[in-house]
């Protein structure tokens, strides 16, 4: 009989029945000729109930084969009962805690109290590669949160005053996930680690502990100014300076680094060290191809007090779709191609295409990151911009938004859209483009692998479809994330390197199931995505897989509408293509 009664830990008298009870149960235990004993040995619990004989013959063989007494040390002995252990009470942190506010441990615990232990998320959870020395799955991490939580009620209910080593371990755990929320679905209880994470670093920055490196500072930066000179100089020192730098480091060090290529990585648990940071930070160099220019300068679109809606007058009418595009940072501040793209192709596809006014975040890296009252703050300035948007433009009758980053729909979805633009549905440009009937115009020759983002973007319809749709032909998905996961490259490069260990793993099995060998020659294959953050990760495989990475959108703007199709898109729209409306 394994007993497990249920108590509230401040309640003295339930504890003292509880007790009773166990002694019932034992007694009745031994008087059905049965023996105290449990599927993990004898505990805490059952070890006062054991007789001197059964304890003396255990003792004599314990010390035979454990004379150092390196196993269980202090248990499995008379006096190792329950007058020493400590049972932290939730109940009593709520009316003590004084530095933790009660409610941030207490939803924690409540975030994971329900986890059956059945690990049914480790194998799909990008930071359990075990063969990586990565064992970060969701029911490790549950376990871990539950000790820092016992530890930060053993110090508040005996005033020993919180230890910074508690911030350190809790850093360590919510630094170890890619915010996928992949182990939802496989949870039979429902626990989204994801969620459990992003609660963890919002209570480590608001305690003013949250581990944040000046290169995360740097990306955070440029997601979150709005102003274009601002943006333009941090372009110009973060992206061309700092990815320049980059690269170059990775050519001097290659040979150097090409020669560990092989081995698994260090484990990563614990405050990472610089040096090694450094080395983990130029392991892949970062991607050379990268726009000069944002997509807003090179439309001549910065301003933030007007409305621009891009239209063929040509071919519009009034019975035309108008969509409201959101192209996120990635897309019209870094890669403005897939900005571009997405404009042309909804240009191309005769409908009218409004755009926000100025530079715009939707708030999901800062939530994610662990300042949610920033993430709130911008998602309430954005809902605000967009009802007086709708109001502004009554006349159309816009019944779709397009956005062409998965972690914008994520948090677009927050954003109650359908109250903004009355019956509308938030889509992908890919699952727009494909319910207009689009596919590439001839044959490329090229086999295509697609990598679908942690956050995939495409919700209404099945991601490897919609590639296989647009590309005409067959396209196979290549698993597990990329490395980059939002700022977690440069925040924690040395996680992003056992990521991409499995990464790796997975493009070259997907290049030889087409060609039979483990890397691409002359764009035989090409890998596609449609993630701002994957197409910059999946670039940095360049040199080891011969693959070239490419957005969806990009690649079917370049086959249908020709090599030079960003510039005739540009001429064409610059000449009466463009209403600009004053809000």
Not at 63 to 92: H, I
Not at 98 to 114: C, F, K, P, T, V
Not at 189 to 202: K, L
Request: with cysteine; net charge neutral; glycine share 8%.
């Amino acid at each position: 009989m394994h007993t497990n009664i249920p108590v509230n830990s401040n309640d003295y008298l339930m504890l003292q029945e509880a007790e009773r009870v166990v002694d019932q149960v034992m007694e009745l235990a031994v008087s059905l000729d049965g023996v105290i004993s449990g599927e993990h040995g004898i505990g805490l619990t059952k070890i006062q109930y054991l007789s001197d004989e059964y304890l003396d013959r255990f003792a004599e063989y314990k010390q035979q084969v454990d004379p150092q007494d390196r196993f269980n040390p202090g248990k499995l002995r008379k006096d190792s009962g329950l007058e020493n252990a400590y049972t932290p009470s939730l109940r009593l942190l709520q009316q003590e805690a004084l530095i933790l506010e009660a409610s941030e441990l207490g939803d924690l615990n409540d975030d994971i109290r329900h986890c059956l232990r059945c690990g049914k998320c480790k194998p799909v959870c990008n930071t359990h590669i075990p063969r990586a020395n990565l064992s970060y799955s969701p029911r490790n991490k549950i376990l871990a949160t539950g000790l820092i939580i016992e530890a930060f009620l053993y110090e508040e209910q005996t005033r020993r005053g919180i230890s910074i080593r508690h911030f350190d371990e809790m850093n360590d755990i919510a630094d170890h996930c890619t915010v996928c929320h992949k182990c939802l679905a496989p949870c039979p209880v429902d626990i989204d680690f994801g969620d459990v994470s992003v609660r963890m670093r919002n209570i480590l920055t608001a305690q003013g502990k949250k581990r944040v490196n000046l290169a995360t500072r740097a990306s955070m930066l440029f997601l979150f100014i709005k102003d274009p000179l601002a943006i333009k100089l941090v372009r110009k020192g973060l992206v061309q300076w700092g990815y320049g730098l980059q690269r170059l480091g990775y050519k001097l060090l290659r040979p150097m680094l090409r020669k560990g290529a092989s081995k698994i990585p260090q484990i990563t648990t614990g405050k990472p060290k610089l040096g090694s940071q450094i080395v983990h930070l130029i392991d892949k160099p970062m991607p050379s191809k990268i726009p000069s220019r944002p997509m807003r300068a090179i439309l001549a679109l910065e301003d933030d007090k007007t409305v621009p809606i891009i239209r063929n007058p040509s071919v519009n009418t009034d019975n035309s779709d108008a969509v409201f595009y959101f192209p996120g940072c990635g897309s019209e501040r870094l890669f403005s191609q897939i900005g571009l793209a997405t404009m042309a192709m909804l240009y191309e596809a005769g409908a009218q295409t409004v755009l926000p006014p100025g530079y715009l975040c939707c708030g999901y890296p800062q939530t994610a990151g662990g300042d949610d009252t920033r993430g709130h703050k911008i998602t309430t300035e954005n809902r605000v911009l967009f009802h007086r948007i709708a109001n502004t433009l009554n006349y159309l009758d816009i019944k779709t938004v397009i956005v062409s980053c998965g972690t914008c729909m994520d948090q677009l979805l927050q954003y109650e859209f359908e109250k903004i633009f009355p019956g509308c549905r938030l889509l992908d440009i890919h699952e727009y483009l494909m319910e207009k009937g689009m596919s590439m115009d001839t044959a490329s020759g090229t086999h295509y692998l697609y990598h679908d983002p942690c956050h995939t973007p495409m919700k209404t319809y099945a991601p490897i479809k919609v590639a296989s749709s647009l590309m005409g032909q067959e396209v196979k998905l290549s698993d597990r994330c990329c490395g980059e996961a939002g700022t977690l490259a440069v925040s924690r490069p040395d996680i992003s390197t056992q990521l991409r260990f499995r990464k790796q793993e997975e493009l070259e099995k997907g290049i030889a199931s087409f060609t039979g060998q483990a890397t691409a020659k002359n764009n035989d294959v090409k890998l596609l995505t449609s993630c701002p953050a994957c197409q910059q990760g999946l670039a940095r495989y360049a040199d080891d897989t011969g693959l070239d990475t490419e957005y969806i959108v990009v690649e079917l703007a370049a086959n249908r509408l020709g090599q030079d199709w960003q510039e005739s898109f540009v001429s064409k729209v610059s000449q009466g293509g463009i209403e600009r409306v004053l809000l």
